[in-house]
Each structure stands twice: as C-alpha cells, then as structure tokens.
C-alpha cells in the first residue's frame, strides 16, 4: 500500500507548512497524473490515520485528477487523451506525440488561522 508512504510525506509537508504559517490546516488539494495507481479512498484513511494526534487531524485531502494530453502532428492541436480512442479528438488523425504524465503534487494548503 504504497498510499500510506504518500500520506506520510503530505503529513511532513503539510507540518512543516503549518508551522511556518502559523496555522492549523484545514484543506489540502492534492493532485496527480492518470497513470498514478492511487486509490483516493485508501490515501484519504491513511493521512486521517496518520495524522491523528497532529495540528493536521481532521484535515481534508481534495484530489484532483489530471488528464493525459497530447499533442497533434497533422492539426497542431493540444488534447485530452482518451486511452480508448487513440487518435485526436479534432482532426481524428493517429499521428500525436504525448506529453509527460502530471506528477503527484500538493498544490494548496488551507490554514485557519487563530
């Protein structure tokens, strides 16, 4: 279960943050590429888990997915990739180059400050 090892280093981040801001945070938005395996259930129970006891209980983790994109040979366009129809989604053509998966990131942390 590699999601409790992303949970960890959220929780050291998020810790550190909180201390420099001076606040107890409230939200995190977390976000990763489409061929991250990360279950969204099981990372959101291990933070909550491992975060008990911490400035960070009760702290929510929002996760957003980031699509795959790529770009067109013929047309010049940018597109979402949809792994089920590999070809662009304005010219139809199957010549493309992908571009690199979105790594995991956290984007945003929300404090409540006293």
């Not at 943050?17 to 590429?33: D, F, L, M, T, W």
């Not at 929510?60 to 699509?67: D, F, G, T, Y």
């Amino acid at each position: 279960m590699h999601e409790a090892a992303i949970a960890e280093e959220l929780l050291k981040i998020v810790l550190e943050q909180a201390k420099v801001n001076e606040g107890r945070p409230i939200v995190g938005k977390v976000s990763y590429g489409h061929f991250y395996a990360i279950n969204e259930e099981v990372l959101s129970f291990a933070f909550k888990a491992i975060a008990e006891g911490s400035v960070c209980e009760g702290m929510k983790l929002v996760v957003e997915h980031k699509p795959l994109k790529a770009h067109c040979k013929m047309c010049g366009s940018d597109f979402v990739f949809d792994i089920t129809k590999c070809v662009c989604s304005g010219c139809g053509s199957e010549e493309f180059d992908m571009f690199a998966d979105e790594p995991l990131i956290l984007e945003e942390i929300e404090f409540e400050t006293e």
